[in-house]
């Protein structure tokens, strides 16, 4: 089993978008097998046929009691352990789904005869229902926290501001939080087509998943953000000072998440358990689709439906592509700034007055 984990990352997994995931599931599922092994539960090298369904019940059983823990530096630069949250059971899931990849491809590659026959659950299984969703006031009330701050972060609204230019791509695009991490500007990537008013949330070179992600129109709001940003969409901002130019310049630097700003969040606007950034894209679709918004466009802008190769080659260049969507996120924007009109200016900086700006 090691050996198939191994080759299909090697061979398969670490070519694809997913990479990443791919490797964390065969980290999570090698653990339990490290628990098995002290247990006594395996002899020897553990081979495809002893695999059974007993095994992944005890697997899914330890991997939601295994809490995912968060790494950070103390004071003397040491990696300790940090907060914790509890591993859902879809992630849990992901990992036995990937296992039976795993197999099918050393089955293909005829480095095994047999592959048993393991039952995956279904998303509907492993996710409970949620129905929880932000109105427009209350995330309208998100913006201006991410400018203004609010307990540990009052007179520091600065350092949210990886969260609030979050809040404004997800608003914007509906876009998945890790997309939304991929933006950028670097014209390498494909992404911003400035003349044309279109965002291509798959760069340049990275093949489509199933969870597709769609070029999406360019509404007012997010060009203002993109025309004040660098390279990457979701960054942080860093002055110093230049002592060749003698001048304080800006720089903007990219950030790996917003896990604390969004657990601030959380605690500040009492969100349930669970919920994470992708809340954003859930609340949008439900008010886009209570204000009417074409359902067919908003499937699309979601990328829950996808155009055929030929016509898609067309059609997004057109001026109805994805028209009602477009009205539909300008429509909100209009009601956000009327609740958090300073948090939508895309400023570069709290004190930007005497601050240059430096460009790549």
């Known amino acids: 089993m090691h050996d198939a984990m191994t080759d299909y990352y090697t061979e398969k997994g670490q070519h694809l978008p997913s990479a990443d995931p791919i490797r964390a599931r065969f980290k999570l599922f090698t653990r339990f097998l490290a628990v098995e092994k002290d247990a006594g539960r395996i002899v020897g090298p553990l081979l495809p046929e002893h695999i059974d369904d007993p095994m992944l019940e ?3 059983t330890w991997g939601t009691a295994d809490p995912i823990v968060a790494k950070r530096k103390d004071a003397n630069g040491n990696w300790v352990d940090g907060k914790s949250r509890a591993r859902s059971a879809s992630t849990v899931e992901e990992s036995v789904i990937q296992l039976k990849a795993a197999l099918n491809h050393a089955l293909k590659q005829r480095r095994t005869k047999y592959v048993p026959p393991l039952q995956h659950k279904t998303r509907d299984q492993v996710t409970p229902q949620r129905t929880y969703r932000l109105s427009v006031a209350t995330i309208g009330e998100m913006l201006d926290y991410s400018l203004r701050g609010a307990g540990n972060y009052a007179g520091h609204g600065d350092r949210l ?6 809040l404004i791509a997800a608003i914007c695009t ?13 014209p390498s990537r494909g992404q911003w087509m400035r003349d044309d008013h279109l965002f291509n949330l798959n760069q340049l070179g990275r093949v489509q998943t199933k969870k597709v992600r769609p070029m999406l129109p360019v509404v007012p709001l997010l060009a203002s953000w993109l025309e004040a940003t660098d390279d990457w969409f979701v960054c942080r901002e860093r002055t110093r000072f230049d002592p ?3 001048i304080d310049v800006m720089e903007q630097l990219p950030v790996n998440g917003i896990r604390t700003a969004w657990d601030g969040v959380c605690a500040r606007f009492k ?9 954003i894209r859930h609340s949008m679709a439900t008010i886009l689709a209570n204000r009417g918004v ?4 908003l499937e ?4 829950h439906r996808v155009l055929g ?4 080659r067309y059609a997004i260049f057109g001026p109805e592509y994805l028209a009602s969507v477009r009205q539909g996120i300008e429509d909100v924007v209009a009601d956000l700034t009327k609740a958090a009109g300073p948090a939508l200016h895309a400023k570069l900086t709290q004190n930007a007055e005497n601050v240059i700006v430096l460009r790549a």
């Open 300 to 303: 699309m802008a979601l990328g």
């Open 161 to 166: 501001l990886p969260l609030r230019r979050y």
């Open 244 to 246: 060749k130019q003698k």
């Open 271 to 279: 969100i349930p358990d669970g919920w994470g950034p992708k809340l």
């Open 309 to 312: 190769k030929t016509s898609s």
């Open 174 to 186: 509906l876009a998945r939080p890790d997309a939304i991490f991929d933006m950028s500007v670097d």
């Open 58 to 60: 005890r697997f899914r």
């Open 294 to 297: 074409d359902l067919i466009q």
